[in-house]
T-cell receptor, first 114, second 111 residues
Framework: EAGVAQSPRYKIIEKRQSVAFWCNPI?????LYWYQQILGQGPKLLIQ????????DSQLPKDRFSAERLKGVDSTLKIQPAKLEDSAVYLC????????????FGAGTRLSVL | QKEVEQNSGPLSVPEGAIASLNCTYS??????FFWYRQYSGKSPELIMS????GDKEDGRFTAQLNKASQYVSLLIRDSQPSDSATYLC???????????FGSGTRLLVRP
């Protein structure tokens, strides 16, 4: 079974530039999550999708971050414009359904904002 | 804001010893608890889940949950150098949909 796919693996941009990350969840997984993991911290949920609807985006900085999952499968997370404090690893995870189920993580995208 | 607290470590143990990792959480309504292992530069990998009070064993790993004390722990028996990683405790938050992660405990197993 293929895992959660993410691209790119690494990205270096300058502040005020824009960047986009892509995620393809495990086949059949209805729930998709985007997390931000700053060095030395645990992952923090940015947004959760159930199929193509948003379940939780309470911690998404909506003035600069956006995410979509148009067909209920793959998803894109965008940052525009980027700030220095956005430097982090962006992890995508998926699960069969929301709730008390296991989340499987992708390899992540390491973003450096200079 | 619901919180999950872990000692950042590093916790250093000799090879073959028992490593004990601890986690406390603030939301009394939490129902599911997970331990993830994260090697440096890699993504988190689930190693244990526990949902009811008591112990749950899986190979060299034992998860322990005490909801009254809001405490969950992970024991690793016969620790190996390959167990050296950061261990993240995760707890479901305000609803069953959201996982809240602690900042992780770094474990070093000395050969």
């Amino acid at each position: 079974e293929a895992g959660v796919a993410q691209s790119p693996r690494y990205k270096i941009i300058e502040k005020r530039q824009s960047v986009a990350f892509w995620c393809n969840p495990i086949s059949g997984h209805a729930t998709l999550y985007w997390y931000q993991q700053i060095l030395g911290q645990g992952p923090k949920l940015l947004i959760q999708f159930q199929n193509n609807g948003v379940v939780d985006d309470s911690q998404l900085p909506k003035d600069r971050f956006s995410a979509e999952r148009l067909k209920g499968v793959d998803s894109t997370l965008k940052i525009q414009p980027a700030k220095l404090e956005d430097s982090a690893v962006y992890l995508c995870a998926s699960s069969l359904a929301p709730g008390l189920v296991i989340q499987y993580f992708g390899a992540g995208t390491r973003l450096s904002v200079l | 804001q619901k919180e999950v607290e872990q000692n950042s470590g590093p916790l250093s143990v000799p090879e073959g010893a028992i490593a004990s990792l601890n986690c406390t959480y603030s939301d009394r309504g939490s129902q599911s608890f997970f331990w993830y292992r994260q090697y440096s530069g890699k993504s988190p990998e689930l190693i244990m889940s526990i949902y009811s009070n008591g112990d749950k064993e899986d190979g060299r790993f034992t998860a322990q949950l005490n909801k009254a004390s809001q405490y969950v722990s992970l024991l690793i028996r016969d620790s190996q150098p390959s167990d050296s990683a950061t261990y993240l405790c995760a707890v479901n938050g305000e609803s069953s949909y959201k996982l809240i992660f602690g900042s992780g405990t770094r474990l070093l197993v000395r050969p």
